[in-house]
């Protein structure tokens, strides 16, 4: 398997546009995390699916974030209208359940300027 | 608030040295995870605690999981310059119906030759 597979590696964009961030978890994952990282605030945790199934969105920070997951194979991130504030590394990560290990993408740095 | 601490937030030392940093939460955790990341990547998971008192051994890197299961430690034994990178736990707090793989924000320990 190739890991998890994010889309894309760096995302340029100006304040005020869509950014769609995407990811293919391993295959049979059930399942999948969006985490934000910044040096001030870590590794946050955004939302995860479970079986596809958004299941706590509680980290999502504001509207302008949103979440799909259409099938078992993909997942995407949407930010609409992005802000500088949004400027961070994204990481998709996907696991069998929680207490196993989650593996990571190489995430998606994004800036918005 | 953060549920993860982790400390010392930054470890700059010697090649040769030994060290340990620190997990800390006010909540139990039914499991304990650790990962490091560098530069570039995404986490990449280390060992899994699950037991309380737990002493696990990897190579040079010795982990503990309290005995409260609140608390977590890594300890490297005579660092290497390859053992540079961000430290970080994550783990599922125990109950409730949700389960988060929440992560500290990490100490970012720096070996120099």
């Known amino acids: 398997d190739a890991g998890v597979i994010q889309s894309p590696r760096h995302e340029v964009t100006e304040m005020g546009q869509e950014v769609t961030l995407r990811c293919k978890p391993i295959?049979?994952?059930?399942?999948l995390f969006w985490y934000r990282q910044t040096m001030m605030r870590g590794l946050e945790l955004l939302i995860y699916f479970n079986n596809n199934v958004p299941i706590d969105d509680s980290g999502m920070p504001e509207d302008r974030f949103s979440a799909k997951m259409p099938n078992a194979s993909f997942s995407t991130l949407k930010i609409q209208p992005s802000e500088p504030r949004d400027s961070a590394v994204y990481f998709c990560a996907s696991s069998w359940t929680t207490n196993t290990e989650a593996f990571f993408g190489q995430g998606t740095r994004l800036t918005v300027v | 608030t953060q549920l993860l601490e982790q400390s010392p937030q930054f470890l700059s030392i010697q090649e040769g040295e030994n060290l340990t940093v620190y997990c800390n939460s006010s909540s139990v955790f039914s499991s304990l995870q650790w990962y490091r990341q560098e530069p570039g990547e995404g986490p990449v998971l280390l060992v899994t605690v699950v037991t309380g008192g737990e002493v696990k051994k990897l190579k040079r890197l010795t982990f503990q999981f309290g005995d409260a299961r609140k608390d977590s430690s890594l300890h490297i034994t005579a660092a290497q310059t390859g053992d540079t990178g961000l430290y970080l736990c994550?783990?599922?707090?125990?109950?409730?119906?949700?389960?988060?793989?929440?992560f500290g924000k990490g100490t970012l320990l720096t070996v120099n030759p």
């Open positions: 994550a783990g599922p707090p125990s109950g409730g119906s949700n389960y988060k793989l929440t």
């Open positions: 295959s049979g994952h059930d399942y």
